[in-house]
T-cell receptor
Framework: GAVVSQHPSWVICKSGTSVKIECRSL??????MFWYRQFPKQSLMLMAT?????????EQGVEKDKFLINHASLTLSTLTVTSAHPEDSSFYIC??????????FGPGTRLLVL | DAKTTQPPSMDCAEGRAANLPCNHS???????VYWYRQIHSQGPQYIIH???NNETNEMASLIITEDRKSSTLILPHATLRDTAVYYC???????????FGTGTRLQVFP
């Protein structure tokens, strides 16, 4: 199956700093990528849909100024958590769609904000 | 968006078939049923998907009822490595979005 990578796999940062997470589709081009967040013992929650060359579409309740998404190429999308706070600590997962229909997920990035 | 209902947990003996049910009674005619699984602290793994017909691949079989209101994922010979949370998802027809429910936690025991 298609391979999606994320970097870093885990990150610890101080409160108030910004953190960038990269999502790459390694062996296919993805016009659409998705970003999810998962808190412990909970399911994945879709945060936003990222389309190459255009602005991301955010789900209701997700702050677009807090979670900046850039999809600069067909193989790379980035999520920047700005001014991170402890409540932003979570497991962030991206996925990429390989046409025609299937989403493939990255391994996730664990963020801990101190 | 069509919602899905799954049992919160199931057990299965190693080597036996694991049959995971899913109800999606409000599914629309052009919406697909997808199954993913998530092993602890990893990203979800694609298993299989279908529209109307039963599907089979190297990982599993998907049985969809004729009225499409429910489906069953079958792992023919469960192993300990199949222990995971299994998500049944109906894909939104007009977009590529996947909305995850709470899933079924499958525990395979020796």
């Amino acid at each position: 199956g298609a391979v999606v990578s994320q970097h870093p796999s885990w990150v610890i940062c101080k409160s108030g700093t910004s953190v960038k997470i990269e999502c790459r589709s390694l062996d296919f081009q993805a016009t659409t990528m998705f970003w999810y967040r998962q808190f412990p013992k909970q399911s994945l929650m879709l945060m936003a849909t990222s389309n190459e060359g255009s602005k991301a579409t955010y789900e209701q309740g997700v702050e677009k100024d807090k979670f900046l998404i850039n999809h600069a190429s067909l193989t790379l999308s980035t999520l920047t958590v700005t001014s991170a706070h402890p409540e932003d600590s979570s497991f962030y997962i991206c996925s990429a769609t390989q046409r025609p229909e299937t989403q493939y997920f990255g391994p996730g990035t664990r963020l801990l904000v101190l | 968006d069509a919602k899905t209902t799954q049992p919160p947990s199931m057990d299965c003996a190693e080597g036996r078939a694991a049959n995971l049910p899913c109800n999606h009674s409000t599914i629309s005619g052009n919406e697909y049923v997808y199954w993913y699984r998530q092993i602890h602290s990893q990203g979800p793994q694609y298993i299989i998907h279908g529209l109307k017909n039963n599907e089979t691949n190297e990982m599993a079989s998907l049985i969809i009822t004729e009225d499409r209101k429910s489906s069953t994922l079958i792992l023919p010979h469960a192993t300990l490595r199949d222990t995971a949370v299994y998500y049944c998802i109906v894909r939104v027809a007009s977009t590529d979005k996947l909305i995850f429910g709470t899933g079924t936690r499958l525990q395979v025991f020796p």
